[in-house]
């Protein structure tokens, strides 16, 4: 089992939330869909970035060619995030996101 961990400051996102090279670089659509539609988006997008890392974190050890773009957040419909690897939802790994504030967490575990 691995662990991977990332806090992320919202406030560093506001400046990309109009940027849309840069959000189309690191997020995927349904990522973007998702957290326009909130009323916080800077908010949302900082957790997803900080899920991605987390997610990084715990599987890099068993996939060196994993790059943080590789790796995306889909909701389920009950809210629970799900990590997707290529597009692919990955059972081999959880995650949990949390926003307080200005910050946002998540953490993953790999199994
Ligand atoms: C889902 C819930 C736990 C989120 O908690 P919160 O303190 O409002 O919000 P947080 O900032 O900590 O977490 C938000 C993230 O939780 C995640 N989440 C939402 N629903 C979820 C679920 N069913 N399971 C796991 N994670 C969930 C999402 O990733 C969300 O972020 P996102 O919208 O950017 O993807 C809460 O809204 C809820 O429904 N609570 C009801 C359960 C309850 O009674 N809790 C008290 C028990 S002591």
Known sequence: MKVGIDIEKIERFNKYVKDEEYLK????????????????????????????EAAWKALSSKNKKLII??????????????????????????????HADKYVAAVAIAF
């Not at 995927?28 to 957790?47: D, F, G, P, R």
């Not at 009950?78 to 995650?95: F, H, L, R, S, T």
Request: aromatic share 6%; net charge positive.
């Open 25 to 52: 670089r690191i997020f995927t659509k349904e990522e973007l869909l998702y957290s326009m539609s909130k009323k916080n988006i800077a908010q949302h997008l900082a957790v997803r970035f900080a899920a991605k």
């Open 69 to 98: 773009t590789d790796i995306s957040v889909k909701n389920n419909k009950d809210g629970k995030p799900q990590i997707y690897i290529k597009n692919k939802k990955c059972n081999k790994i959880d995650i949990s996101l949390s």
